[in-house]
């Protein structure tokens, strides 16, 4: 079997798409909040503004309201919210890189809520042990097989995934490995991105569901 992952060693190779945006609260000053967007240089921001999609709708003592991916998230400094990729009901989503080149989401698994990064070098999506146990998914019921990451040989499981929703997007039968051991986070593969039509335009990336 072929290598599916890059985990752990792929960072800089996790290329070409972004999705959901990680807003950090910094600190406050005055009626402005110093956000954080995806690990980038904290920006004030004022009551009313929005800076790359994040509203600020109030700030009181160290703690701000944004409004991210259409919901209202309370923060205090320190703090950290992830919110949805933007979602018109078409069946696409745009989304942001990274200030670092790196890709992340947060999306579900059969209803239950993952985080990922984007890795277009996966062959599958690929779950760590924890994140399976956490989606009642069950290493023994799918097709074993060895796989090459970069921490040598491991042993992996071959499932399907019932369903798989980023942002507005919905996919079903979705084939995808779990691996024995844990993983930083879930790799978003080929198995989800070979039925998107991406098209990027600078750091932004739009994904359209084609089947």
Not at 112 to 129: K, Y
Not at 196 to 205: K, L, V
Request: proline share 2%; aromatic share 4%; charged share 15%.
């Amino acid at each position: 079997m072929t290598s599916n992952s890059t985990m752990l060693c792929g960072l800089c190779l996790f290329a070409s798409l972004a999705v959901a945006q990680d807003v950090g609260l910094a600190g406050v000053m005055g009626s402005k909040a110093m956000l954080m967007i995806n690990g980038g240089e904290p920006q004030a921001v004022a009551v009313g503004q929005s800076l790359d999609g994040v509203r600020v709708v109030s700030v009181t003592g160290e703690q701000a309201v944004i409004e991210i991916g259409g919901k209202k998230r309370p923060l205090r400094v320190g703090q950290h919210a992830v919110g949805a990729p933007a979602a018109d009901g078409s069946g696409k989503i745009v989304m942001t890189a990274d200030t670092q080149g790196h890709f992340y989401t947060t999306g579900n698994i059969n209803g239950t809520s993952v985080r990922f990064i984007v890795d277009t070098g996966a062959s599958m999506i690929s779950l760590g042990a924890a994140d399976a146990r956490r989606i009642g998914l069950d290493f023994n019921r799918g097709q074993k097989a060895v796989s090459q990451t970069a921490n040598g040989q491991a042993v992996v499981s071959k499932i399907q995934l019932d369903t798989v929703r980023i942002g507005d997007i919905t996919l079903h039968n979705v084939d995808a490995l779990i691996h024995q051991n844990d993983m930083p986070m879930a790799l978003l593969g080929m198995s989800f991105l070979n039925r998107m039509e991406m098209q990027r335009d600078g750091s932004a990336m739009t994904l359209k569901k084609r089947f």
